[in-house]
């Protein structure tokens, strides 16, 4: 049974920092391209930030660009999210996910290409 488990969320004054963790279990984590994904109140969800399974390629959105750090441990199955210089229009429900590849150096920014999905972290950016 596959699991992504999303910790590390909170309530933080703009300008403050956080670091999302996602720790994967019943998958081979090293064939996984993973990304996170953000969903705020009344708005659909959106990409953030993707890594490929080698961990050699990754792209941000525009509006994280600078701001937030993507990367994985694989000797930990986990996948990191650090925040840096947040803005209360980051407040949102953030979501890891996982994509089967073989394509070592691919990320990928199309949630409907995800295979599986962790149940999401709350992160408040306070003005």
């Known amino acids: 049974q596959v699991q992504l488990v999303e910790s590390g969320g909170g309530l933080v004054q703009a300008g403050g920092s956080l670091r999302l963790s996602c720790a994967s279990s019943?998958?081979?984590?090293?064939?996984?391209?993973m990304g996170w994904f953000r969903q705020a109140p009344g708005k659909e969800r959106e990409f953030v930030t993707g890594?490929?399974?080698?961990?050699?390629?990754?792209n941000y959105a525009d509006s994280v660009k600078g701001r937030f750090t993507i990367s994985r441990n694989g000797a930990k199955n986990t996948v990191y999210l650090q925040m840096n210089s947040l803005k209360p229009e980051d407040t949102a429900v953030y979501y890891c996910?996982?994509?089967?590849?073989?394509?070592?150096?691919?990320?990928?920014?199309?949630?409907?290409?995800?295979?599986?999905w962790g149940q999401g972290t709350q992160v408040a950016v306070s003005s």
């Open positions: 019943g998958l081979a984590f090293s064939t996984y391209g």
């Open positions: 996910a996982a994509k089967f590849t073989i394509d070592s150096g691919s990320y990928y920014e199309d949630p409907a290409q995800y295979d599986y």
């Open positions: 890594i490929s399974r080698s961990g050699g390629s990754f």
